[in-house]
């Protein structure tokens, strides 16, 4: 019935691109009316505006507005970046993968989970320390403050346009299917409303509305995991057993090896997921809500549980929906297709647990999901406008707060614009690659330029700006010159870059880009660049200066 919908879910949690062209045919349809959903649906709507009203009153500075005046606490901030991090594609995606593909939707989800360790270790301390909104604080700290802006400006903006379209897209072809919305009002809608969070609630409203989602996915998802095990006597070799015996692979679904066509897109995947993680923006972003680096590295600590956590819970669901989704006729068409297309198996699972009520529980959670996620990329785009653009680069540093928070809010309303557009826009089309892409940049821009800032003497603002520049163009180009859009969407025989992930390429000529030409540049900036380096390093492990109180 929908092959349509799915990949533009199982898009967001980086489904193969073969694996999502076939879910991308057929048209949507809608499911029965869930009065259940509604009702769910306007209570969290209605809790979330009314954070956002309260926070309106607490946003006096450009710190509040942007940081949540830097009093989140590292559970709280945990939470947060956990909500800010589980799309409800990768909860419906990766369930979907272990659903059609068993244990290699394991490993998948594993990609997403890895970049947590390197942000803990090599980011986040040093990442709070020497910054005060925005990791182009980072960035520029000793280099050139208009030329490295301009660079994380730009690299943040992409990295945002991509992902917000994915999630547009897939919040109308979700809403419309879970809800019977018309696909332009549905995203219509979800465009207002992380516009409101942002424009009037800014980062304490979008930290709450990601606390409350994070709880709310979690629950739900703990929930139908454990009613899983209880149907089979909570014995994982019963699930295991069961699920070979009804799906169609049999024994293939316990071995890995499926999802990548080979070793070289493997491998550039796995690059992207764990490096693309520690350059966007939104997510770098929430470092700065919370006092200290303390508080910082708990942040990492305790989002790496909660994100790990929800990634077993999906493997579970993903092998429970096997087990009672895929043998219940109620749940498929006349052709024997999961209604809805694959992707719909945890929604499937949630009735199938929980009845009509639950169902309308998880439809709910899926559009909180939806919404927290937009509403933290909304507001890292518009702090890189606002903060890095206008203040920094075209004011020089001599804005007013007023001025910079009047532009976030302006440049609020645009990406709201724009989102919504592209979303329309992009309805019909295969979007999977966006948030390849995204990541791709991520890990092949922001990454490489954040990283050696903080940790390499010898960077100065020519390689930065040269190697930067040079990882963001090859990633976009490589990946345009893929199979996914030369081939799939441009309608070409053959692509001239043979692999669908360009991040093992683009990262590489970041890298050896911003290495080559700070090491032959012996200009005066360069040598003063280089000399700034120690008062950095001592600033970035002690605290001393920085935004904040200071512990460790």
């Known amino acids: 019935m929908i092959r349509r919908l799915m990949a533009l879910l199982s898009i967001a949690a980086f489904a193969p691109g073969a694996w999502a062209a076939d879910a991308l045919t057929g048209a949507v349809a809608k499911q029965p ?38 009093k989140i606490t590292g559970f709280q901030n945990g939470l947060a970046i956990a909500g800010d991090y589980m799309s409800a594609a990768s909860f419906l995606g990766i369930s979907a993968l272990v659903f059609t593909s068993g244990y290699d939707g394991l490993i998948y989800s594993i990609g997403f989970l890895v970049g947590w360790p390197i942000i803990l270790f090599l980011i986040a301390e040093r990442l709070r320390n020497l910054g005060k909104y ?4 980072v960035a520029s700290y000793r280099l050139g403050q208009t030329q490295i802006r301009s660079l994380s400006a730009c690299g943040s903006l992409v990295v945002v346009a991509f992902y917000l379209i994915a999630q547009m897209v897939g919040a109308g072809k979700l809403i419309q299917l879970l809800f019977g919305l018309d696909y332009h009002v549905a995203v219509i809608l979800v465009g207002i409303l992380m516009c409101l969070y942002v424009l009037f609630g800014g980062m304490l409203a979008t930290t709450w509305v990601q606390i409350i989602k994070a709880v709310l996915l979690l629950s739900g998802a703990s929930f139908m995991a454990l009613m899983v095990m209880k149907h089979v006597n909570f014995d994982f070799n019963a699930l295991f057993s069961e699920a070979i015996k009804v799906h169609p692979k049999g024994e293939a679904i316990m071995s890995p090896g499926g999802l990548v066509k080979d070793p070289v897109s493997a491998f550039s995947l796995g690059l992207a997921l764990m490096f693309g993680t520690a350059g966007l923006p939104h997510i770098l972003m929430r470092f700065f809500t919370v006092s200290d680096a303390k508080e910082a590295r708990k942040s990492v600590l305790y989002a790496t549980g909660f994100i790990g956590y929800f990634y077993i819970l999906t493997f579970i ?25 694959n992707n719909m198996a945890a929604v499937h699972l949630a009735n199938a647990v929980g009845g009509s009520i639950f169902l309308g529980f998880i439809s709910a959670v899926a559009f909180a999901t939806i919404l927290a996620v937009v509403a933290g990329l909304t507001l890292a785009g518009a702090s890189a406008v606002s903060h890095d653009l206008y203040a920094s680069v075209i004011k020089k540093g001599k804005a007013n707060e007023k001025d910079e928070i009047r532009v976030s809010k302006i440049t609020t309303i645009a990406l709201a614009v724009l989102a919504i557009g592209l979303g329309i826009l992009f309805e019909k089309q295969n979007i999977a690659f966006m948030v390849g892409l995204a990541f791709s940049i991520a890990a092949s821009c922001n990454f490489p330029v954040l990283l050696l800032s903080m940790y390499w003497k010898k960077l100065t603002t020519r390689g930065a700006m040269i190697g930067g520049w040079l990882g963001l163009v090859s990633a976009v180009g490589l990946m345009v010159l893929g199979p996914t859009i030369w081939v799939q969407i441009m309608g070409h025989e053959k692509a001239i870059f043979p692999y669908e992930y360009p991040a093992l390429f683009s990262m590489a000529i970041a890298f050896v880009g911003i290495w080559f030409f700070s090491i032959t540049d012996k200009s005066a900036e360069g040598v003063n660049e280089r000399a700034l380096f120690f008062p950095q390093f001592v600033r970035s492990q002690t605290g001393l200066g920085a935004s904040g109180a200071v512990s460790h």
């Open 33 to 70: 009316l869930n009065v259940a959903a509604i009702l769910m649906f306007v209570a969290f709507v209605g809790a979330t505006l009314y954070i956002t009203y309260w926070a309106s009153k607490k946003n006096n500075s450009a710190a509040d507005y942007y940081a949540a005046g830097g």
């Open 317 to 341: 669901i993903g092998f429970g929906a096997i087990l009672l989704v895929s043998t219940n006729p109620a749940f498929k068409d006349a052709a024997g297709a999961l209604l809805g297309g």
């Open 134 to 137: 925005t990791f182009a604080d």
